[in-house]
Nanobody, 122 residues
Framework: QVQLVESGGGLVQAGGSLKLSCAAS????????MGWFRQAPGKQRELVAA???????TYVDSVKGRFTISRDNAKNTVYLQMNSLKPEDTAVYYC????????????????WGQGTQVTVSS
């Protein structure tokens, strides 16, 4: 059974930075495209960044140029460096698999972790 553990969130002022980490266990991490997702209050969860097995990346327009996704297969960990944070980035951030660098369909998603809260104050 795959376990995903997100960490690194917190409270930061607008313009600040945070680096999120997601550690995966229970599966050969290096064989899967991975993504960072977020869910703001009252909104649906969205995929904000994804990285393929080979390292190709994709981002939602609202975070392009500010967020960077990366992975360390040896550590079974995927990261999200977030710079120039805005209040609208406030959400709970999760990681999960992202087949074809897209939102995982219900049957394809691994078990969701607890997520990590990111709060950006204005």
């Amino acid at each position: 059974q795959v376990q995903l553990v997100e960490s690194g969130g917190g409270l930061v002022q607008a313009g600040g930075s945070l680096k999120l980490s997601c550690a995966a266990s229970g599966r050969t991490f290096s064989s899967y495209a991975m993504g960072w997702f977020r869910q703001a209050p009252g909104k649906q969860r969205e995929l904000v960044a994804a990285i393929s097995v080979s390292g190709r990346t994709t981002y939602v327009d609202s975070v392009k140029g500010r967020f960077t996704i990366s992975r360390d297969n040896a550590k079974n960990t995927v990261y999200l460096q977030m710079n120039s944070l805005k209040p609208e980035d406030t959400a709970v951030y999760y990681c999960n698999t992202a087949p074809s660098l897209k939102y995982c369909a219900a049957t394809m998603c691994w078990n969701w972790g607890q997520g990590t809260q990111v709060t950006v104050s204005s």
